[in-house]
């Protein structure tokens, strides 16, 4: 709201200003109600330049249904004997008559070339008539006053919005302020009124113009110069229009008064002409030429509500501009035709209700089609009512009881049919349960999908067709290269989408990133994804404090706007995504692992046959040579056979003991009885290998508090962090920490040597190096917590916990 009420305030003034003239042209109507008038409304028409009934007279009322007027084809000439013109006191006249009896007044008429007389009775302008003649149009003024009201409240600057509230403004002050008093605009309110409508009537044609070149989208026609030349001559009519109106307040009837009236009401009803055309033209081309399915639904909507009120618009504008018009009476066989107008607002209405095209959806907006559809039940019950009393009793008045049944009973078969959560209104009404059921619709269609080369592009797939998106796309996350990576897509993309997305390093969001240019700020790394207004929102995928990955969704096709229903819609969604895809990940991460752990296995089916090859395989091979020789050397040589002889014990004890470690790396037996002697084996032969002196913290307790299975798990932890430290550290100094609280069981191995960073991890993991990534995959495997931190020259330390018990 602030950004409508800062730059563009004057639209709040203007919805304000609107609202005031409708109440004072109501309320001053009413005020005549208990005068005595004839039965009927007189206007003058500057293009035949007489006067004669106004159209919107109702055909029902009495007076003129016992004169036998023949209603709407004749001039009005005199009444009592006093020509009709604008100086003439109508009131006075039935005042007047009213006082007589019978209380009768002579209208003199021309029917063709004949003048003929008739007696009008006089009766006092009652609250029925009030509502006879002036429901239809406060029902539709109201109906476009709610409309820019609403979307006045929304928080945006765009030109559409601005345009379509002056132009509802413009359309409810010419319904509200039509008719402000029963006869002519004698009084001060009724002037100003007057002179208010006809300022706001020499505009709707040039707004209808403005509004049709910029809906749904601004269209390739839109040429400033040529609008601007347009509101002049709008501009012209209203200058002609108060022209006509004060020299006539001030002078009377002159033929320049005549003349100006008719200039600024030709301008006006040719503009008119003109606006609705040219929004009938714009909406048709947008229906047949336009590729997106979302402008062709909006158009379509707008180009039914405006064709179904082309026959009261007809019957108008024929009224204003030719004599054929006289003929021709706004009530159809009883029916108000001015209930007609109420289809352009409904319309507009269900616009912004399923298509959101100005944003938000207030619930108050169902008021509107609710109004239009009751008011023209209750006219078509009204007229349907009184044929069956003129066939039966010759004539009597409308039971409200029976209006008020079927109105209540035809507006509830609509609201019952189309209120469902599968109806038309069931976006608004069952929000919730559309949302829930979307989200369990993107569930069951995406569930038993683990393989992650697939998965983000039937997601996106699957994402597009529940929600009615235009496009989507899913990046996944790379621990690796810190950054997300595309996965899979869907829908039109005008543009390649970029391969890879880098936020910043602080970035910890896990909330819905709404990304709309010109409201809210884009982020940096987010902009490539803004091009032509591309995402609606982006999501990121989070589990825990781990990220997944990324999910950017376009515009809904029909142009339903995100609102806060779809976000949490949309939070559930993500929500299953991110579980999809981790799973997906840590199945994928199973089956390298697998792979992983079988290269490992060849690895060390390699290190064990060289290190036989190396010590008993050679042993083996030289022992029948040195036996051989010792065979010999006994009865030549005893002294030289028996130094053979024990040397060839040497290496036997050499490779038995070569034999025993191999065994005890495969399979530790110690372990059964305890954690401690196994360690303390494992550094013994870690310092005889590399010559450095281990520092090792080993308390009593935790010999023993650990089950066998997590002490296999915690010992080779430890024999791989030593192996590591052997062959890359270059230490001087390590320190090996065991201990045991809070349930707990925590280690520490420890080096001074020459470190790693992190490209130089992430090189070896690409290069095949299992050693980090096995001892996570261990100590997580029985629950518990593995961490490895290290720099480059300032060592490493590989430390976590077991769970006691595990």
């Known amino acids: 709201m602030s950004k409508t009420r800062g730059k563009h305030g004057w639209l709040t003034w203007l919805v304000g200003f609107t609202l005031l003239v409708g109440m004072i042209s109501a309320v001053n109507l009413l005020g005549d109600v208990g005068r005595p008038f004839a039965g009927y409304i007189t206007f003058y028409n500057p293009i035949t330049w ?23 084809t004749f001039e009005l000439l005199q009444i009592n004997g006093q020509d009709y013109n604008f100086q003439v006191d ?65 928080p945006s600057s765009q030109p559409l919005n601005r345009v379509f509230i002056v132009t509802c403004s413009a359309a409810s002050i010419n319904r509200w302020a039509l008719y402000p008093s029963l006869f002519l605009h004698t009084d001060f309110v009724s002037r100003t009124i007057d002179l208010c409508n006809l300022c706001f009537l020499s505009l709707i044609g040039v707004l209808l113009v403005h509004f049709a070149l910029l809906f749904p989208n601004r269209s390739r026609f839109y040429h400033r110069f040529a609008l601007y030349t347009l509101y002049f001559i709008s501009a012209l009519s209203l200058v002609a229009y108060s022209s006509s109106r004060l020299l006539l307040w001030s002078g009377g009837q002159t033929d320049l008064v005549t003349t100006l009236d008719r200039i600024g009401h030709d301008i006006a009803y040719r503009m008119t002409i003109i606006g609705v055309l040219a929004l009938l033209a714009r909406l048709t081309g947008v229906l047949l030429f336009q590729s997106s399915k979302r402008s062709r639904r909006q158009a379509a909507v707008m180009l039914v509500s405006i064709v179904a009120m082309l026959p ?9 501009l030719t004599s054929i018009g006289r003929r021709y009476n706004l009530f159809w066989q009883g029916v108000d035709l001015r209930f007609l107008t109420l289809m352009v607002p409904t319309g507009a209405a269900l616009v912004i209700l399923r298509y959101q095209t100005f944003r938000r959806t207030p619930p108050i907006l169902l008021l509107i089609p609710i109004l239009a559809l009751g008011g023209a039940v209750a006219s078509l019950g009204t007229a349907v009512w009184r044929q069956s009393l003129s066939q039966v009793a010759g004539s009597g008045r409308i039971p409200p009881l029976l209006i008020a049944f079927v109105m209540t009973l035809l507006v509830s078969l609509v609201w019952v049919t189309q209120s469902s959560w599968r109806g038309y209104f069931g976006r608004v009404l069952h929000w919730r349960r559309r949302g829930d ?31 009615e998106l235009e496009r989507t796309a899913v990046w ?20 390649p989408l970029p391969q890879q997305l880098a936020p910043p390093d602080l970035l910890r969001t896990k909330a819905i990133i709404r990304v709309h ?14 091009t032509a207004d591309a995402i609606e929102l982006v999501a990121p995928l989070w589990v825990g404090e781990a990220r997944v990955g990324l999910l950017a969704l376009g515009k809904r096709w029909d142009e339903e706007i995100m609102d806060e229903r779809d976000l949490e819609t949309i939070e559930l969604i993500t929500q299953q995504a991110a579980l999809f895809l981790l799973t997906a990940v840590q199945v994928q991460q199973l089956q390298q692992s697998q792979r992983l752990v079988a290269t490992a296995q060849e690895r060390e089916r390699f290190k064990i046959a060289q290190e036989l090859h190396d010590t008993v395989q050679q042993f083996l091979g030289h022992l029948p040579f040195y036996l051989d020789l010792s065979r010999q050397a006994i009865l030549t040589n005893p002294e030289r056979a028996g130094q053979l002889l024990e040397q060839c014990v040497v290496n036997t004890e050499k490779a038995a003991h070569t034999v025993r470690e191999i065994r005890a790396n495969l399979a530790p037996s110690q372990l059964e009885n305890g954690l401690r002697q196994p360690v303390l084996s494992l550094i013994e032969q870690f310092e005889y290998r590399i010559g450095v002196k281990v520092a090792l913290a080993l308390p009593p307790e935790v010999d023993t508090c650990l089950p066998l299975e997590p002490r296999h798990m915690l010992y080779r932890v430890l024999q791989q962090a030593l192996e590591n430290i052997a062959l890359h550290a270059h230490a001087t100094h390590v320190q090996v920490t065991l201990g045991c609280a809070d349930g707990r069981v925590t280690f520490a191995v420890q080096d001074d040597g020459r470190g790693c960073s992190e490209q130089q991890r992430r090189q070896a993991q690409a290069e095949g190096s299992f050693g980090l990534r096995s001892m996570s995959a261990r100590i997580e495997s029985v629950n518990g917590q593995f961490t490895f931190q290290s720099a480059p020259q300032q060592g490493t330390l590989v430390q976590g916990w077991l769970p006691v018990g595990c």
């Open 312 to 320: 009261f618009m007809g019957i108008v504008w024929l009224s204003g």
């Open 517 to 530: 240019k010109g409201e809210t700020a884009v982020p940096l790394w987010l902009q490539p994804l803004t």
């Open 476 to 495: 996944l996350w790379h621990n690796e290269t810190e950054s997300w990576q595309l996965a899979g897509q869907a829908g039109q993309w005008a543009r």
């Open 90 to 154: 109508q009131a006075a006249i039935f005042a007047e008559a009213y006082t007589q009896s019978p209380p009768f007044v002579t209208l003199a008429f021309r029917q063709g070339e004949a003048i003929s007389e008739k007696q009008v009775r006089i009766l006092p302008f009652t609250f029925a008539h009030f509502v006879d003649f002036r429901l239809a149009d406060l029902i539709s003024g109201f109906g476009f006053w709610l409309l820019a009201l609403i979307v006045l409240r929304i």
């Open 437 to 467: 059921d979307a989200a369990k619709r993107f569930g069951q269609r995406v569930i038993g999908q683990t393989d992650l080369a697939k998965l983000p592009g039937v997601m996106a797939a699957v994402l597009v067709a529940e929600l």
């Open 50 to 72: 007489h006067w004669q009934f106004d159209n919107s007279t109702p055909t029902w009322w009495s007076s003129i249904a016992e004169a036998g007027l023949p209603h709407e």
